[in-house]
C-alpha cells in the first residue's frame, strides 16, 4: 500500500465520479476529485534520515451542484483524512476554483500526511 491509495480508499465513496490521480478522464461524472502530491516536508535532521516521510497533497474537488456542494463535499473530504487513520493536517483553507469552461464549481485544499512507506 501507498499513502495515495490509503487517501484514496479513505474518500472515494463520497465522489461519485470517483477520485483521480492528477487528472480526471475526458468527460468525467460529477461530482468528483482529484488529488496531487505537490510537495512536502523533508524528512531529514540532523541525527539523519527519519523513518517517516510527509506528502503535502493537494485536492481539487468538482461538482455541478453549486458551490455549496463543492464546499460540503471538501469539508466531508477533510473530516475523512484528518482522522484516524491517516490524521493529515489542513494547510490552509479551501480555495474555489473557477469551473466555467466545463459549467462545474470547484474548491481546493492542501493536506499534510506523515507516514511510513
Same mark, same amino acid.
Do not use: K
Given at each position: ?15 461519485? @465520479? &470517483? +477520485?483521480?490521480? #492528477?487528472?480526471?478522464?475526458? =468527460? ?7 488529488? /496531487?502530491?505537490? @510537495? &512536502? +516536508?523533508?524528512? #531529514?535532521?540532523?541525527?539523519? =534520515? ?7 497533497? /493537494? ?12 464546499n460540503t463535499l471538501m469539508r466531508s ?41
Amino acid at each position: 500500500m501507498t499513502i495515495e491509495t490509503d487517501i484514496v480508499d479513505a474518500i472515494e465513496d463520497l465522489f461519485a @465520479g &470517483g +477520485a483521480w490521480h #492528477d487528472t480526471a478522464p475526458e =468527460d468525467p461524472t460529477y461530482p468528483y476529485v482529484t488529488l /496531487q502530491q505537490v @510537495g &512536502g +516536508a523533508p524528512n #531529514d535532521s540532523l541525527c539523519g =534520515d527519519c523513518d517517516v516521510q510527509n506528502a503535502r497533497i /493537494q485536492f481539487n474537488v468538482w461538482s455541478r451542484d453549486g458551490r455549496v456542494a463543492a464546499n460540503t463535499l471538501m469539508r466531508s473530504l477533510a473530516a475523512r483524512v484528518t482522522a484516524a487513520p491517516l490524521r493529515a493536517v489542513s494547510l490552509g483553507g479551501a480555495v474555489s476554483r473557477d469551473g466555467t469552461p466545463t459549467r462545474s464549481f470547484g474548491t481546493q485544499q492542501d493536506f499534510s500526511f506523515w507516514f511510513r512507506p
